[in-house]
């Protein structure tokens, strides 16, 4: 007889329990499902597999992916590799963290609450913001819940779009608000990289409720938050920074050029890229929005016998309180990768943050002089970047990239796979995990393949 | 116990927990890098330790919290069950773990591979004719689901603008309607807990887009006409959605495409069983059935002569993207391993220990306490603790701190909000009829501290690093990020 | 000023602390070492390195070895590549466990006082015996100890080696009686691959110590115990065991055969190969020789709440009390690798352990059944095996070792490694990770090269 | 807190926490491959629980005990550093990890460039001229060496019979000594802490083998003759032995082999990070000078043009194998991390910071606590509670179990035999300031709760999930296994 690792039960608990519950058989305490309705037959699945099969099977479909510790990647758009010091997966390896519920009782759970109130301090210290919930969904949920903010908070239907807001990002914010009678409007992009302000200027009416602005924008340019804030507290509307972290060593912080709203994906701090998720969105806010925010807020209370603790609180904001009337309808969030971001930023600290930010930056740099040599590659934007820039090229960018995939190197995104009549563009991201050697390699591997 | 400081408090200015390489590069001076109005004035403002007090503060939080590695989380409408290790160690493998979205097709075969494969289990599962692995968890799910009935709706230039949702029915519901645009109308339950059909039927017409329905529903009651209320709502063409919270009660035994459902989302942190993370993360597939799969949202992965390949471009009835890349792929990884364990040939095994286990605890602990909804139950029951409120003054609440004094986490309390004083209990199969014997003892235990002494259980909890915590003065004085000199 | 992760004092704390201390210098604090033992100039070293800079070199150096997962490997002859089931990973990678000290102060650590207790159990159960203590060093270590305790338990100072005694371990007791006049002898092996019982029984007299047998010996032939044990216990010396611990689960327990000592290497049970160590020895004995056992044993008793708890007990045997009268030297030991042998035990449980013996066992006799049948090859030996076996070849092994490696297969271990004039032979290994397919390889692979 | 029953008393007939594949090979039957007399009768007598079950149980008993990533872990002699979890993430490498002993040298040649490296660190850092990694910690280490020892004089045909250690000596250097089958005669120390030189001159002669000697000493003071003693050993052809527990006190610093010392240990769970395992493993490889070198035990790594590879055969006069295969690779590998993450360039830090916090941390304590060395210690240092014990009854072991009540691990007690109630603290240069002074302050608050109240001491600790623990009568009635019902 088969008993599974997961399943305690043998044939002697079923009994003894069976007869406690006075039931017969295990099927009997199936009868409230009416016979119509159960399956009948087989389904189309295979087999149940021992461990060693399952290993053998998965690390058989892992070996069929080519991860960028194989190939070298200069893929960004959105998702970057740093590098993540190991002892943040050790710590949120521990399964008293991995393995809890959320912390519906705070007694019982005040190591993970510490933590989400430390992240919360952390994501406030990094945005110049006044107020950060326990996180969201991932990068482009944050800029939607953001607008919707707004959105309450003015009683306004309009959002205007900075040039440069991540085009998924964009996508899932029309997503969010295509049945909420939201009208989304973009701005154009100026010649040098950035939103044309001019332009966008004219798109800002007494109808908008926010301005959203991405810094860098998706070019990799870097924009100037405080002419954005002031069109927007201009209109009356608010200002939504839809920001990466890291660049916030370096960058003025949402905070400090007048942004009402700070959001972004937050999985350049330590957590890895796991093909697109879990990530980690995030959220922050000036003190007059709190009653906004969605989702789990942590905060600081005291217990009966005197000693500081946290809990969750703001609850009525939430939808198992108020139900429809509830600011979000997040419930299950990202709270475990908030806390690999709280280690991440313990282990690197301020010192280590401006390092990895300003030696990614130059290693950019570096890379961008060595490509602007490459016969018949330009730069098209002027603007300042960080590091991630465009590279137009003399032929389609994604010819290039199979070339160069060849050479195992993964070269850059190809933006036309986000923008029509972006053929020869490719967005070219590197981080302080590449080599002077690596970057070298790059310039040649491209030349040859332009040659 | 002693508080912990907050890392913020043990930090020391230039300690290092981790150092880069040098540069290796030629430096550029920043200043010529970034336009001086552009660059940060303010101090970054965290923490810095050395890597010894980093691991050992986050690894005395740990220690300060409980999850179903160190005890039983019955938490009813959770699902708290076992989380594999082979999950973990699967999901951190390089090839899995260290993948850029944007990668191309041709390097990440095995990842598509994995999110095509569990789109089948998933189909197969639910009866349903096609699923999206997108939603992040089972809200957007939920979101997306009622998004893609109402570009269907909308397909057809009809404009419903009612959703249905029974009083019984999780918060996420009627916010993700109203997220969605919609009015949100509330259906009574009866006194059997199950969704009075009479007051049901009164509000279904022309105007309803959808009813939302958990089955078994969250006081563990199987709402066996579902398909007749289907019948009901396909007159008008209204859809029926069904909420896959509940899904370990009936995986692999009946199928919500079966019971007349057109859309449904998965909860795999909770059937699937990939670790809930201390609140996520966790991903909430949604399954439809055929008239509703060219709304679904974009990428699709598809299968073709030359491989899989992630489709964005070919669905133009898409109701586009419910978020960033492609799903919460760790967790959607984890959950295929978890069924692959199990095959076809055991996979109702998961509903038949968690359906047993739950009928034993509520048959150790009806002598005891109010069951409303009577026997059997499916995989959680409802206690009603009103009696002991009204006759020891002692309710959910002092229950489940006293229970964190026994050493057990306590179950969902005051949810659903139909039941006074309500306990939802939630076994699930992965703990052993000597957990459940030793967790009903102890509740008993406290029933009896009650009569004896209530004060016992308002005083509680009183073995935990902390005593009962205020939450009303969190609420009403906010405290929600460090500054120097809070604590 | 480069502050390192590994140490917290910043020029600040240090300048507080020499106040506090009184000193001008931490130079200062170095005064007690006189000026002419300094070391002057630097050493031949190169420079610190960042983490990301140690994960780059060491996955580099790991990358020059081959696997036995990359390799299909038929090695064994003491170490044996089992399956480990993910669940001791995680739970010895539990820093409580791997971070902490030898339990001195038994109220803080009884998990590991406990873990040991449980090993302590499990390996009686084992082994038939009624006292573990709580590890050696590996198993050549506890064969010698063994020996120690049989020489001081006797009085007497000869000790008579069955033939099949692993030869590193044999070297090892020598080793370690090198100078301690004892004489030590071995027993030759009879054509069936097992110990000559006739010319041991000679061996064997009135100064004989001990007896020592393996088994399965190290040609992978089963020995009969109750021989040996009738033999040594006839001259009035001890039988020592030595056995490999999975097997126990099919074959007569040391308890069961009358051995008075069993010992042996642990590694077989979840344990990483690890190229040879970090292992477990273990020893067990009779009630009677408890005052004989060397290193920790872990007792229960109870506290002064009148719980169950658990201690380091009979510590007069060793070596921080009684010195130089101490049993054994050993102080630290390999507790970390009893407590993943502990949980082992519990993962497989023991249905789990027979099924591991016996599929080994199939599959060895599965393939000693094809490789009978390649031309030119032999199994000299008639005696019955688990799962390993001589194989002798039609020429020298180290050539075919070669070859077959070339296909990707470790063929086995070459005799000739430990016995000159066996230059043909070698010795196979296989366990139950090694599929059908595998072995049909192996065999066709051999038939190749040897053609 | 309540105990934690046994696994075995967890287990139920028939659970299952692992599951293997079916057998694909065709099944003989048992009995016809294992002759009758031969198989095993009795019961296997093994636990059986689901997986859960067993995950839980260790991660349980973990949460039962207290390591230095929970702690401050003070133990003097024991070095309880920081372990680096990069150190722990490289020697779980496929690469490194799955590696059989007997693989060709052509397929292991990073793990022997690994050996191989540790040997040129291990020469460079103990001005020793040849390194051997086998020994499996510090006691074989010293075995090992007294080993080579015997056989070099025994090369030369001379016998002497006698190793000198010094009354402070740790236990293995005495026990080691008499399993090489020598006698043992101990040295006096003097009021300050180190060797009697009158007395240790006394006892030098023709038959003296080997002095063994620590340095700094075990009471945390330098040494600051021993080369003198070195000359004097070196007269009669003796040897000196150094025992390298605490060269964290002088890594990079000062040299045993420049001091003349002509053999010694390492304890890389010590002085190089590795985690000590609750009681191991660690290892102890050994350094010598040259003349000692030829009697190294076998095997050793040379390299060659082809690579590296390992030699059993070419050293006639190696004193043989100490132990199986070739030392605990898996710890080795990790120090040599640690040691690379340090440099040549910051080797001394090390060193450094050990002595500064042992010096801040007595100056701290010595206000309160007799001190009976004086000032400044070295890397770890005696205090001595007579005074206490005479003046509150509280000693030693009182003040060790309080100290678990204020939640830390107490320092080393009664050892090194020549002090009274001794407490040997060794704070190792992880630590920061704040623990040292939170630790101090905690001894400080024992103190005088033992002035007004000595019973407090006495029933401690009370918050730990036992109580202070009968040891002598677990030592009376041994109860060393579990058996049906003993608890
Ligand atoms: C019945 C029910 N529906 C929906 C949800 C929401 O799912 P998630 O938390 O994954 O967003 C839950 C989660 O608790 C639930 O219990
Ligand atoms: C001074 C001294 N010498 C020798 C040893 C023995 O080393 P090991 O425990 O590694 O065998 C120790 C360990 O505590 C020690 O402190």
Same mark, same amino acid.
């Given at each position: 007889?088969? !008993?599974?690792?997961?399943?305690?039960?043998?044939?002697?608990?079923?009994?003894?329990?069976?007869?406690?519950?006075?039931?017969?058989?295990?099927?009997?305490?199936?009868?409230?499902?009416?016979?119509?309705?159960?399956?009948?037959?087989?389904?189309?699945?295979?087999?149940?597999?021992?461990?060693?099969?399952?290993?053998?099977?998965?690390?058989?479909?892992?070996?069929?992916?080519?991860?960028?510790?194989?190939?070298?990647?200069?893929?960004?758009?959105?998702?970057?590799?740093? &590098?993540?010091?190991?002892?943040?997966?050790?710590?949120?390896?521990?399964?008293? &963290?991995?393995?809890?519920?959320?912390?519906?009782?705070?007694?019982?759970?005040?190591?993970?609450?510490?933590?989400?109130?430390?992240?919360?301090?952390?994501?406030? +210290?990094?945005?110049?913001?006044?107020?950060?919930?326990?996180?969201?969904?991932?990068?482009?949920?944050?800029?939607?819940?953001?607008?919707?903010?707004?959105?309450?908070?003015?009683?306004?239907?309009?959002?205007?779009?900075?040039?440069?807001?991540?085009?998924?990002?964009?996508?899932?914010?029309?997503?969010?608000?295509?049945? %909420?009678?939201?009208?989304?409007? !973009?701005?154009?992009?100026?010649?040098?990289?950035?939103?044309?302000?001019?332009?966008?200027?004219?798109?800002?009416?007494?109808?908008?409720?926010?301005?959203? =602005?991405?810094?860098?924008?998706?070019?990799?340019?870097?924009?100037?938050?405080?002419?954005?804030?002031?069109?927007?507290?201009?209109?009356?509307?608010?200002?939504?920074?839809?920001?990466?972290? =890291?660049?916030?060593?370096?960058?003025?912080?949402?905070?400090?050029?007048?942004?009402?709203?700070?959001?972004?994906?937050? !999985?350049?701090?330590?957590?890895?890229?796991?093909?697109?998720?879990?990530?980690?969105?995030?959220?922050?806010?000036?003190?007059?929005?709190?009653?906004?925010?969605?989702?789990?807020?942590?905060? %600081?209370?005291?217990?009966?016998?005197? !000693?500081?603790?946290?809990?969750?609180?703001?609850?009525?904001?939430?939808?198992?309180?108020?139900?429809?009337?509830?600011?979000?309808?997040?419930?299950?969030?990202?709270?475990?990768?908030?806390?690999?971001?709280?280690?991440?930023?313990?282990?690197?600290?301020?010192?280590?943050?401006?390092?990895?930010?300003?030696?990614?930056?130059?290693?950019?740099?570096?890379?961008?002089?060595?490509?602007?040599?490459?016969?018949?590659?330009?730069?098209?934007?002027?603007?300042?970047?960080?590091?991630?820039?465009?590279?137009?090229?003399?032929?389609?960018?994604?010819?290039?990239?199979?070339?160069?995939? +060849?050479?195992?190197?993964?070269?850059?995104?190809?933006?036309?796979?986000?923008?029509?009549?972006?053929?020869?563009?490719?967005? =070219?991201?590197?981080?302080?995990?590449?080599?002077?050697?690596? %970057?070298?390699?790059?310039?040649?591997?491209?030349?040859?393949?332009?040659? | 116990?002693?508080?912990?400081?907050?890392?913020?408090?043990k930090s020391a200015v230039g300690r290092r927990a981790v150092v880069f390489p040098e540069l290796d590069?030629?430096?550029?001076?920043?200043?010529?890098?970034?336009?001086?109005?552009?660059?940060?004035?303010?101090?970054?403002?965290?923490?810095?330790?050395?890597?010894?007090?980093?691991?050992?503060?986050?690894?005395?939080?740990?220690?300060?919290?409980?999850?179903? @590695?160190?005890?039983?989380?019955?938490?009813?409408?959770?699902?708290?069950?076992?989380?594999?290790?082979?999950?973990?160690?699967?999901?951190?493998?390089?090839?899995?773990?260290?993948?850029?979205?944007?990668?191309?097709?041709?390097?990440?075969?095995?990842?598509?591979?994995?999110?095509?494969?569990?789109?089948?289990?998933?189909?197969?599962?639910?009866?349903?004719?096609?699923?999206?692995?997108?939603?992040?968890?089972?809200?957007?799910?939920?979101?997306?689901?009622?998004?893609?009935?109402?570009?269907?709706?909308?397909?057809?230039?009809?404009?419903?603008?009612?959703?249905?949702?029974?009083?019984?029915?999780?918060?996420? *519901?009627?916010?993700?309607?109203?997220?969605?645009?919609?009015?949100?109308?509330?259906?009574?339950?009866?006194?059997?807990?199950?969704?009075?059909?009479? @007051?049901?039927?009164?509000?279904?017409?022309?105007?309803?887009?959808?009813?939302?329905?958990?089955?078994?529903?969250?006081?563990?009651?199987?709402?066996?006409?579902?398909?007749?209320?289907?019948?009901?709502?396909?007159?008008? @063409?209204?859809?029926?959605?069904?909420?896959?919270? *509940?899904? *370990?009660?009936?995986?692999?035994?009946?199928?919500?495409?079966?019971?007349?459902?057109?859309?449904?989302?998965?909860?795999?942190?909770?059937?699937?069983?990939?670790?809930?993370?201390?609140?996520?993360?966790?991903?909430?597939?949604?399954?439809?059935?055929?008239?509703?799969?060219?709304?679904?949202?974009?990428?699709?992965?598809?299968?073709?002569?030359?491989?899989?390949?992630?489709?964005?471009?070919?669905?133009?009835?898409?109701?586009?993207?419910?978020?960033?890349?492609?799903?919460?792929?760790?967790?959607?990884?984890?959950?295929?391993?978890?069924?692959?364990?199990?095959?076809?040939?055991?996979?109702?095994?998961?509903?038949?220990?968690?359906?047993?286990?739950?009928?034993?605890l509520q048959a150790l602990l009806a002598p005891h306490f109010a069951t409303p909804y009577g026997t059997?139950?499916?995989?959680?029951?409802?206690?009603?603790?009103?009696?002991?409120?009204?006759?020891?003054?002692?309710?959910?609440?002092?229950?489940?701190?006293?229970?964190?004094?026994?050493?057990?986490?306590?179950?969902?309390?005051?949810?659903?909000?139909?039941?006074?004083?309500?306990?939802?209990?939630?076994?699930?199969?992965?703990?052993?009829?000597?957990?459940?014997?030793?967790?009903?003892?102890?509740?008993?235990?406290?029933?009896?501290?009650?009569?004896?002494?209530?004060?016992?259980?308002?005083?509680?909890?009183? *073995?935990?690093?902390?005593?009962?915590?205020?939450?009303?003065?969190?609420?009403?004085?906010?405290?929600?990020?460090?500054?120097?000199?809070?604590?």
């Amino acid at each position: 007889m088969f !008993q599974h690792p997961y399943l305690p039960a043998t044939p002697e608990d079923v009994a003894l329990m069976l007869e406690k519950i006075g039931a017969a058989s295990v099927e009997e305490l199936f009868k409230p499902i009416p016979g119509h309705l159960r399956l009948k037959g087989a389904m189309d699945l295979p087999p149940h597999l021992s461990e060693m099969e399952l290993k053998d099977l998965f690390q058989g479909l892992a070996d069929r992916n080519k991860s960028v510790g194989r190939l070298e990647s200069y893929l960004g758009a959105g998702a970057y590799e740093h &590098f993540s010091p190991t002892v943040v997966r050790h710590l949120i390896g521990r399964s008293e &963290f991995y393995t809890a519920y959320t912390p519906y009782q705070p007694e019982m759970t005040q190591g993970v609450l510490q933590a989400i109130f430390e992240y919360q301090s952390c994501v406030c +210290a990094l945005t110049g913001m006044d107020v950060s919930n326990a996180s969201l969904y991932e990068g482009g949920h944050a800029l939607a819940e953001a607008c919707l903010m707004a959105r309450a908070h003015t009683g306004r239907n309009k959002v205007v779009l900075a040039a440069g807001v991540h085009p998924e990002y964009a996508a899932v914010l029309a997503t969010y608000t295509h049945n %909420l009678e939201t009208e989304i409007v !973009q701005a154009p992009l100026a010649a040098d990289g950035r939103t044309d302000l001019a332009a966008l200027e004219k798109l800002v009416d007494d109808q908008t409720a926010a301005v959203v =602005v991405s810094n860098p924008n998706f070019f990799g340019c870097l924009e100037e938050g405080g002419a954005f804030a002031r069109i927007a507290h201009g209109a009356g509307a608010l200002l939504v920074a839809s920001v990466e972290p =890291v660049s916030l060593a370096l960058l003025k912080s949402p905070g400090e050029f007048g942004a009402d709203i700070a959001c972004g994906e937050g !999985q350049s701090l330590g957590i890895s890229l796991s093909f697109g998720g879990p990530w980690l969105g995030f959220i922050a806010c000036k003190q007059a929005l709190v009653r906004r925010m969605p989702g789990r807020i942590c905060g %600081l209370t005291k217990d009966n016998r005197g !000693q500081q603790g946290f809990v969750l609180t703001l609850q009525t904001r939430e939808q198992h309180i108020r139900r429809e009337k509830a600011n979000s309808n997040i419930c299950t969030n990202q709270t475990l990768l908030a806390i690999a971001a709280t280690i991440y930023l313990g282990a690197v600290g301020p010192q280590g943050l401006k390092e990895v930010a300003s030696q990614s930056l130059q290693k950019a740099h570096y890379l961008a002089g060595l490509l602007k040599k490459v016969p018949g590659v330009g730069l098209p934007y002027a603007a300042a970047s960080l590091n991630e820039f465009v590279v137009r090229l003399p032929r389609a960018a994604s010819r290039v990239l199979e070339a160069m995939q +060849a050479k195992g190197i993964l070269a850059g995104v190809a933006l036309d796979r986000f923008y029509s009549g972006r053929e020869n563009d490719l967005l =070219v991201c590197v981080t302080e995990t590449k080599k002077k050697a690596q %970057l070298d390699r790059y310039a040649a591997a491209l030349t040859e393949v332009l040659a | 116990m002693s508080i912990e400081r907050l890392i913020f408090e043990k930090s020391a200015v230039g300690r290092r927990a981790v150092v880069f390489p040098e540069l290796d590069v030629p430096a550029l001076p920043l200043e010529s890098l970034i336009p001086a109005g552009q660059r940060r004035e303010t101090p970054l403002g965290l923490p810095e330790v050395s890597q010894q007090d980093l691991v050992r503060h986050y690894t005395r939080l740990s220690s300060r919290n409980t999850g179903i @590695d160190t005890q039983m989380v019955p938490l009813g409408s959770c699902t708290m069950k076992y989380n594999p290790k082979i999950n973990e160690d699967m999901a951190a493998r390089d090839g899995f773990r260290n993948l850029h979205p944007y990668q191309d097709d041709s390097t990440v075969q095995g990842a598509l591979e994995v999110l095509f494969e569990l789109e089948h289990w998933l189909r197969e599962i639910s009866g349903m004719d096609a699923v999206s692995l997108q939603p992040t968890a089972g809200a957007q799910g939920e979101l997306c689901a009622l998004l893609v009935a109402r570009a269907y709706h909308d397909s057809k230039g009809r404009k419903p603008r009612v959703v249905l949702v029974p009083d019984s029915s999780h918060g996420t *519901n009627p916010a993700s309607a109203s997220y969605c645009g919609y009015t949100v109308e509330t259906v009574n339950s009866l006194a059997d807990g199950t969704v009075d059909l009479a @007051d049901l039927k009164s509000k279904i017409n022309e105007n309803v887009a959808c009813l939302m329905m958990t089955n078994p529903n969250t006081v563990g009651i199987f709402e066996k006409d579902i398909s007749t209320v289907a019948a009901w709502l396909h007159e008008v @063409d209204a859809q029926l959605y069904y909420d896959g919270a *509940n899904l *370990n009660a009936i995986c692999a035994i009946a199928r919500p495409g079966d019971m007349g459902c057109d859309m449904m989302h998965f909860n795999v942190h909770k059937t699937f069983s990939t670790p809930h993370g201390a609140g996520g993360p966790g991903a909430g597939p949604i399954g439809v059935k055929k008239h509703l799969q060219p709304f679904l949202p974009v990428p699709r992965v598809l299968k073709t002569a030359e491989g899989y390949h992630l489709d964005f471009k070919n669905f133009p009835q898409s109701i586009g993207r419910i978020r960033s890349f492609y799903g919460n792929f760790g967790i959607l990884l984890r959950a295929l391993v978890y069924l692959r364990s199990f095959g076809g040939d055991h996979l109702a095994d998961i509903a038949k220990g968690a359906v047993l286990n739950a009928n034993y605890l509520q048959a150790l602990l009806a002598p005891h306490f109010a069951t409303p909804y009577g026997t059997p139950c499916m995989h959680e029951f409802v206690l009603s603790l009103s009696k002991q409120k009204r006759d020891k003054d002692c309710g959910a609440l002092d229950f489940a701190k006293r229970l964190a004094d026994h050493g057990y986490h306590a179950p969902t309390i005051y949810f659903p909000l139909i039941v006074p004083e309500a306990m939802m209990i939630e076994p699930t199969e992965t703990e052993s009829r000597e957990t459940l014997e030793a967790f009903a003892a102890a509740l008993i235990a406290i029933d009896e501290e009650a009569s004896k002494d209530p004060e016992i259980l308002h005083a509680a909890p009183v *073995n935990t690093p902390v005593g009962r915590l205020d939450e009303a003065n969190a609420a009403r004085k906010p405290v929600l990020r460090w500054t120097p000199g809070i604590s």
